[in-house]
Each structure stands twice: as C-alpha cells, then as structure tokens.
C-alpha cells in the first residue's frame, strides 16, 4: 500500500511538472551592483537586444544581501523567444539620466534564448565576472552565450591589424565563419541573433553583407526555417519585412516588372498622348472654323479661294480687284487666324 502511494505521488509530481511549466532565471551579480535593480526583459525586436526598454521589461527585482537574484514564473511563451537579464548597477545619482540607457560603467547584461520550462543560472565567476557562465539543463540557452564568446575570440583577432588587406580578409573570414556556425545549430533564432550583427548598419560587416545578399540564397532558407519553426511571430516577420525591404534598396527585390513590361506600358503612353494631340489639334480646328464667322465677307471669299487653291492673280480676277488689294486681304486674314503663311492656313482648314 505505502509503495503504491508513493508511486502515485512521484507520477503526480511528474505530470505536474510537465503540465504547469515553470521557468526559473537565477544569478548572482559583483559587489559593483548591489544595490541596483535586475531587469527581465522579453525581446520582441531582434535589433534590440542591448540596453533596457520600458516596453520590454517582464520583471524586476533587487538582488539580495549576497547578490543574488532570481526570476520565476510560468507566464512565458512555450516557444524559444530572446530575453535579457540586465543588472543596472547605476548610482542614485545616475538614475534619472541613465536608468534606461544601460550605459553605468558597471552595468551588465546577458541575451539568452528560453522556454516557459528553462531553468538557467548565471553564476559569478571566480573573477567576480557576472553573465560569463551559464549553467542549464538546456543546450539552447547556451547558443547565444557561445556566440558572443565567438565574437570575443573574432575581436581579440581584429586587435593590432594595421593592414586594410589583412584587416578586409579577417572580416571576409569570420562573416562566414559565424554564418557557418548559426547554420549548424539547427536553431533559426540563433541564426538571426547573428544576422543582426552581421547586418548592422553600423557594423564593419555591412558591406560584406550587402554583397553577400545579391546571390546567396542562404537568407530567403533562413526566412523559410523563421517560417517553419516561428510562423506569424514578430521574428519572423520582422526578418520578412527587412530582408524585403533591403532587396529593393539594393534593386534585388523579385517583385520588379519584366522589361517588356515596361516597354509594353511606354508604348500604351506613346499612344496615348499621341490621341490627346489628335483630339486637340481637331479640336482647335473645329475652333478655328466657328471664328470664320468673324471674317468680313471679302476675306471669308479669299479663304474659301486660297483652300481652292487659286493664285492671288485668279483670286483678283475671281472678285474683281487688285492684285495688292487681295494682298491686303490675305494678310488681314493671316493675322485673325494666326497663321504666317498659306500652307498653314490650308491645313488649319483644310477637312
């Protein structure tokens, strides 16, 4: 009877603990900030994982007389999202201006990647360094704590290079170094974790992104595995709507037309402006025959004798005048209209 209760009770317990999850997120910061505040931070924008956002903040809390501190709680999401835990050792008198830049000499942070159910430690080092080590039971959390470490080795490597050539090749390396190494973590947070520093504007990687991006088809995979893994999370379209949006800066982007396309609507242009000149000059002309009325009786002859074509003589001759007289006339006449010579005049009235 008492080992059936006692199997009862540890089958209880494992349920439990698999049905409620519970995260755990404990440290212990340096005698520099014991009497600052820690911050849990959800991060929704993988552009800020550094520095403290009101909008962020999950939690806070005071460490105790020991420095140490710990965040608990089972109102996480299940999936894999970054946090950041923030120890902010500012002074009182530093409160007011740097509060929520994270910028205190002694200020110190961590971004890892968790889980409603992660338990994780950041223990001080023995060289009283907070957030160098990690202790967990999930191999998840530790991916972005060893890429930072990576990117501590990469600028250790930078130091003393004097060489624009060397120094070009070095980057060359490590962008697809790290690049590499994101793949082979099958863990596509881990990947944009990267991307976010190797595409950072103000990154000495950006320009070897930018060219990076024109034929390697490694960043619309990465947005399918977001896709599959994170569909609809604001990760996913976050990296959508940048990827989308550096493509067309770079004249990249696969929404662009056809030539013939463009060619196609040049040809529709042509023909249309082409019909708006049509309709106006018979417009015009339309306009031009009504004014005949304002034409003394005389010139309204001449006219109708020019469109025949008849020479000044034959118009003299047809209504009884002088050949300057019809001269006059015709003159007066290219005046009203506002022509300048015969030709235009026919053309002006000519059906």
Known sequence: MLKSLLLFFAFTSLFS???YSQYSFSGQINDQGLSGTVYLSLVDDYRKTSGVFTDQILATTKV???????FKGSDLPDEYRFYRIHADACSENQLNVNHYTGHCPSSQEVVFLASNKDTINFPISFDQQMFCSVITSNPVALKLHQVDSLKEVMRYE?????SKTKNKATIGKWFKRLHEYGQAQNEPLVELYIHSFLSNRSNTFYDFYKEDIADNSYYDQLADRLDNRY????????????LASDKYALGLSKDKKPKWQYYLFG??????????MYWNIKKRRKKKAIDISSLTPQEQKILGLILENKTNKEIAQDIFVSH??????????Y?????????????????
């Open 335 to 351: 005046r009203k209209v506002g022509v300048q010579s015969r030709e235009q005049l026919k053309s002006l009235y000519s059906k």
């Open 158 to 162: 930078f130091t003393g290079f004097r």
């Open 64 to 70: 105790d007389s020991l420095g140490h501190f710990v």
């Open 231 to 242: 569909q609809g999370s604001a990760y996913t379209e976050q990296y959508q709507a940048e």
């Open 17 to 19: 603990s698999q049905v």
């Open 324 to 333: 300057s007289t019809v001269k006059t006339h015709i003159n007066n006449l």
């Open 267 to 276: 040809f529709l242009l042509l023909g249309l402006l082409l019909n708006m």
